[in-house]
């Protein structure tokens, strides 16, 4: 089973790799689905996994100058007391409680879907927000809006360990539509890390992350990234992420029915 796990998360790698969506959308309903994990242990195992990886990226980033600190620390004023209160309301309700397991894996496939839109539609998104200028959020409605998307995502990333990725990098585009897409990808990393990070706390205070499944899953998923990062160059951006959308609403498919 371990080379099956490492296996897991070497195809993981390459597809985060190739298309740069987040790994949570791919992993933990894998880990769900194929493994049978239970949906809290994968929420929790994942967002461990998370951490790791997105701390080496910010770290990239910070030498390339390219986050966006005021806008990581408005993020963060939302998403971290939320990921508090959402590990708070976790360990009330037990994370083993089957009525809970069935609220996570749900919340698993909305957050799925939600990817998939942020997949298909986020160009055409950002051409909406360019051909209106005058509609732009600025000033305090602007820092407002980052906070509430802070606290949206931390509550679903601690949930369902989605959303961090694409749906972050989405509402960063249509809020600051003037960021390069380095920024976008530099800001979204750096404010994950303290989220994951907290959330994964919980969880592991919670007692739902698997410790020899993240260390298996490590082993393959670093060099699958490294290889998807170099693939990338030379496949069609557009035919990738069509691939991953469907494949995803499938996913999200499977686990609501």
């Not at 770290?59 to 986050?67: F, S």
């Not at 360990?161 to 990098?169: E, F, L, R, V, Y």
Request: charged fraction near 10%; glycine fraction near 12%.
């Amino acid at each position: 089973m371990d080379i099956t796990y490492i296996a897991s998360g070497f195809a993981v790698g390459l597809l985060v790799g190739m298309t740069g969506v987040g790994g949570g959308s791919l992993m933990t309903p894998l880990l769900t689905l194929l493994f049978n994990v239970h949906p809290s242990v994968a929420v929790g195992t994942d967002l461990a996994f998370a951490s790791v990886t997105k701390g080496a990226g910010t770290i990239t980033h910070r030498l390339r100058g390219t986050v966006r600190w005021d806008i990581v620390r408005r993020l963060c004023a939302g998403a971290l007391p939320a990921a508090l209160v959402a590990t708070w309301g976790l360990q009330q309700f037990g994370t083993l409680n089957q009525g809970v397991a069935v609220f996570i894996r749900y919340s698993i496939a909305i957050s799925v879907l939600l990817t998939v839109v942020a997949i298909l539609f986020r160009r055409r998104m950002l051409d909406w927000v360019h051909a209106r200028p005058g509609r732009q959020l600025q000033g305090r409605a602007l820092t407002t809006a980052t906070v509430v998307s802070g606290v949206v995502l931390g509550t679903l990333v601690t949930i369902s360990s989605i959303g961090a990725g694409a749906i972050g990098a989405t509402l960063l585009v249509m809020m600051y539509p003037r960021l390069t897409p380095a920024e976008v990808a530099g800001t979204d990393i750096a404010y994950a890390v303290p989220l994951t990070a907290i959330a994964a706390v919980g969880h592991w205070y919670l007692g739902s992350i698997n410790w020899a499944l993240l260390f298996t899953l490590l082993i393959g998923s670093l060099p699958g990234i490294t290889i998807g990062s170099w693939a990338a160059r030379s496949m069609p951006e557009r035919f990738l992420r069509g691939v991953l959308a469907a494949t995803l609403t499938g996913v999200a498919a499977k686990m609501i029915y």
